[in-house]
């Protein structure tokens, strides 16, 4: 087995990642659907601990601009929340590259 040194101590970055949308003012719909993909994609293989981190963060935030349960969504909802990211002038254009990603893979697991 390989020896690896994780010097970003993500077991305890996932526990703060966990804190925070157990904190966060969003339905408790929203955070069981958040928890149950990214368990599913872990368990997939699709993403490891650093992804499972990020995506735990970038989904609460989701779910804050749209301020809806996810189930309820239309495309107009998820089109406004683009918008809303692409608009943001404080995120590198990675940043918002990512969070079109992660929504639009959420999305078409949710909607299956």
Known sequence: MKNVIDIHN?????????????SAPISQNNKDV??????YAQLSGIIGLPRKTRYLGVLK?????????FDDCTKEDIMKGVSFIQNKEDYALLTK??????????????KK
């Open 61 to 69: 935030d989701w779910a804050i601009i749209l301020n809806k349960d």
């Open 97 to 110: 590259a990512t969070y079109k990603m992660m929504i639009k893979t959420f999305f078409r697991w949710l």
């Open 10 to 22: 993500y077991p305890k970055v996932l526990e703060g990642a966990l804190r925070k949308l157990h």
């Open 34 to 39: 958040i928890l149950q993909f990214v368990d």
